[in-house]
């Protein structure tokens, strides 16, 4: 089976970037090295990867802040620390960040290798079970409007309960969310944050605003960034043509999103 997931490599030692580039470049997968947590903090606002393996010492901006960093664009990723000696603590932060595994520097490369193949099996299991509970709980919430509208009043007309922004048609009476006539699966509460969105095309909402208007409760703007992003990540999965390059949900950096307005095929 031919093998195309993209891997960030960082690590500010060149000849363990060189080492692990060549064997994982052997082996089918597409990898891109940074030498420093800067570079890598870059490539990851840019860029989308489907597995880190990151050095946790580096001068300047260490490990844990590029795993911070990928975290808040990439909630899901997994990730693997590259260390040369393990403690108590950077296990503890770990598991904080769901990191994966800890490898030691001079674990042999085919163990490596092993616990690259065990991530990247781990995180598609884990993509498909998500997309079998959506479609599940969208089936589920699509049954309930269904028998909601047979005993109870529908509003007086289609207009008033369907919001419309280009291609992107939410029916906020049944909570079901089309693009270009495809239905989205969406969970109940993805289907909040987008509509809060549309109610607010162009106009960009905080993560705080987000928050209490999908959820109903006040949170700091940096606990409800938190809170926000990986719905965010997910609306933009099952909306995006290019969830890495978005063309509907756009990010205000460090403030909030906002839905474009004009957002039709060229």
């Given amino acids: 089976m031919s093998q195309s997931e993209r891997i960030l490599l960082v690590d500010d030692e060149a000849n363990i970037r060189l080492t692990l580039s060549a064997m994982l470049t052997r082996a089918g997968y597409d990898v891109t090295t ?19 393996i990151v050095d946790l010492k580096m001068p300047g901006v260490d490990g844990m802040q590029v795993v911070t960093s990928a975290r808040a664009h ?14 108590l603590e950077t296990a503890i932060e770990g598991l904080r960040h769901g990191i994966f595994d800890y490898l030691l520097k001079n674990t042999e490369p085919a163990k490596v290798l092993e616990r690259v193949q065990a991530a990247l099996q ?14 599940v709980e969208a089936a589920v919430q699509e049954l309930r409007g269904s028998v909601a509208a047979t005993a109870e009043t529908p509003p007086a007309s289609q207009t008033e309960r369907t919001i419309v922004i280009g291609q992107l048609q939410l029916d906020t009476w049944r909570q079901v969310a089309t693009l270009g006539g495809r239905t989205l699966a969406l969970t109940p509460t993805e289907f909040r944050v987008l509509l ?7 106009t960009m909402l905080s993560y705080s605003q987000l ?5 109903g ?11 926000i992003k ?12 290019d969830p890495s390059s978005p063309r509907y949900i756009l990010n205000v950096r460090g403030k909030g999103y906002l839905l474009a307005v004009n957002n039709e095929s060229s």
């Fill in 230 to 241: 990986p719905h965010i990540h997910h609306l933009r999965q099952k909306l995006e043509p």
């Fill in 211 to 215: 928050v209490k208007c999908a959820q």
């Fill in 74 to 87: 990439h909630p899901d990723v997994p990730i693997i620390i590259l260390t040369g000696h393990g403690s």
């Fill in 217 to 227: 409760y006040d949170a700091s703007d940096l606990e409800a960034g938190e809170l």
């Fill in 122 to 135: 781990a995180h598609a299991a884990e993509q498909r079970r998500r997309t079998l509970l959506n479609a």
């Fill in 196 to 202: 809060c969105l549309a109610e607010h095309a162009g």
């Fill in 34 to 52: 940074a030498s420093g947590g800067a570079e890598a903090i870059t490539l990851l606002e840019e860029q989308t990867f489907d597995l880190l």
